[in-house]
């Protein structure tokens, strides 16, 4: 089985967010399976050329890609994944790419996406190498199921490719004028196409391709379930239900190797379910960066995120009074809105022997709060997916989330739980998006937590869950197959 993986983002060459740890490690589980793999993204001029050991294709030569009637042209490099056979094929054309930043508001964003989507399919037709499956990621490859049912269907070759959309945030839709039907040359007289494009007074991408695809995914079940609600459809919800017959959740996987605190190379000493007590001394390490001392008895609560309203914030923000009046700490990793840096920068200067935050990001804090910390909170008003409560759970570090989402699929309420004499629990959530239910949640955590034996418990159910990503692999095996069958 051939399968081609489309994306604006993969790991470790480009990142924002999760889209690019799922691009950059499902292909190695999938390659595992005997699947063959290729994977195709940007060359933006962030991705350090030499780092990633990127090889220009001089043979290949130039590949003119048309984009609002002008031929731009497009050069390849090649790379691989690290631990892998995959090969990542990086479409370069600088015009459109070198602009000091992966996503930007400019008016030509439709498009720079247009042409990675087009020279994707001009440069499959050029290798021969033909996909079962074009498995595309949100609406910056939404326009493929179409181009190729469409622009592209003279080319045999393409006659039994199906496709697979994948919804990683369907509050991201790709919307732009009606400009870029004729920009990405979409043919007027094609109703289909232009209907399923349309939206809003304008077109959306992840709109046409939610219409054009074969399979639907979601990145876990629970928000599979949710984008059908007007609350979480974000205005497509309407269209996700006509096809709900092939909507899937499939929660993403973790990299197990980078993210093991057994081995975890951040980490000045290593721990297991078996054997918890060096956490302690990572805890210890963590809070030596900063100003507030160690304190065996007392919680430290963790947090690391993009400070924005979507993630709670607010929530924080409504109850903040409240909950620095709890007896535990807090550090706090990320950056975002202005009104959330400044609010966790004020708590710091004004409690620094509760409070610590670094606004900016740092991989191997990120690895010593995931393992330092004695609980993780993350109180989303929506999750898509979520990795850092599937790394949370892993080392032991107890989540408290809101239960959304991915949230709702991976962090079972060990009260909850408990109440049916069933003592699987591993963390805790609440339900209303109100500041007051954090609050009660949190309070429920610190209470536990003073409770060793039952907090040991907690700890280890979490890490003795899997969360690997072998079995989400089987399950996108399976779909690209329904796909293949369904095309």
């Known amino acids: 089985m051939n399968i081609a993986i489309l994306s604006s983002e993969c790991f470790p060459f480009v990142k924002t967010g999760g889209l690019a740890d799922v691009v950059g490690t499902l292909p190695r589980y999938l390659a595992e399976l005997g699947i063959a793999v290729k994977v195709f993204l940007p060359k933006y001029d962030s991705i350090d050329e030499k780092k990633f050991n990127l090889k220009f294709e001089s043979e290949f030569g130039v590949t003119n890609v048309r984009v609002a009637g002008i031929p731009r042209a497009v050069y390849l490099h090649t790379a691989r994944i690290s631990n892998s056979s995959v ?19 400019a008016p030509d964003e439709d498009e720079r996406f247009i042409l990675f989507q087009k020279a994707v399919i001009e440069i499959l037709q050029r290798l021969q190498w033909k996909p079962d499956v074009m498995h595309c990621n949100d609406w910056q490859t939404g326009l493929i199921p179409i181009l190729l ?3 592209y269907s003279w080319d045999r070759m393409f006659d039994a490719t199906a496709t697979l959309m994948s919804i990683h945030n369907i509050g991201y839709q790709g919307k732009f004028s009606y400009d870029a039907l004729w920009k990405a040359e979409i043919d007027p007289s094609r109703e289909r196409a232009v209907d399923a494009l349309r939206f809003e007074g304008g077109v959306s991408f992840l709109k046409g391709g939610i219409l054009f695809s074969e399979i639907i995914s979601t990145v876990s079940e629970m928000y599979a379930k949710e984008i059908l609600t007007p ?5 497509l919800q309407d269209v996700i239900k006509l096809r709900e017959a092939v909507l899937h959740g499939v929660l993403n996987g973790i990299d197990i190797d980078e993210w093991n605190p057994e081995t975890d190379t951040y980490l000045p000493v290593h721990y297991s379910a ?14 030596a960066k900063t100003t507030i001392p160690f304190d065996e008895a007392v919680p430290l609560i963790g947090i690391i995120s993009r400070l924005v309203e979507q993630k709670g914030f607010d929530l924080i923000e409504s109850k903040i009074q409240e909950l620095l009046a709890l ?18 920068q004020t708590m710091s200067k004004t409690f620094p022997h509760q409070c610590w935050c670094h606004i900016g990001f740092s991989n191997e804090l990120a690895h010593l709060i995931e393992a330092g910390a004695d609980m993780f909170l993350m109180p989303s008003h929506y999750e898509p997916c979520g990795l850092n409560q599937m790394y949370s759970l892993r080392y032991g570090t107890v989540p408290i989330v809101r239960k959304t989402g991915g949230l709702a699929d991976t962090v079972r309420d060990w009260h909850d739980y408990a109440a049916q004499n069933d003592y699987s629990g591993n963390g805790f959530s609440f339900v209303p998006a109100e500041g007051e239910a954090l609050l009660h949640a949190v309070k429920r955590a610190i209470d536990s937590f003073h409770l060793p034996d039952e907090w040991k418990r907690i700890q280890q159910n979490g890490m ?15 779909l690209y197959e329904q796909a293949i069958i369904r095309r």
Do not use: M
């Open 87 to 105: 090969e990542v094929y990086f479409i370069d054309c600088r015009e459109y790419f070198f602009r000091g930043k992966i996503y930007s508001d």
């Open 149 to 151: 049912k469409e622009n």
């Open 231 to 235: 609350h979480f459809g974000a205005g």
């Open 274 to 287: 078996g054997n918890l007590s060096n956490k302690k001394i990572i805890k210890q390490t963590l809070l």
């Open 327 to 344: 007896p535990a700490q807090w550090i706090i990793l990320g950056s975002g809105k202005p009104q959330y840096e400044t609010l966790f």
């Open 464 to 478: 003795r869950g899997d969360f690997s990503w072998n079995s989400s692999a089987r399950k996108y095996k399976r």
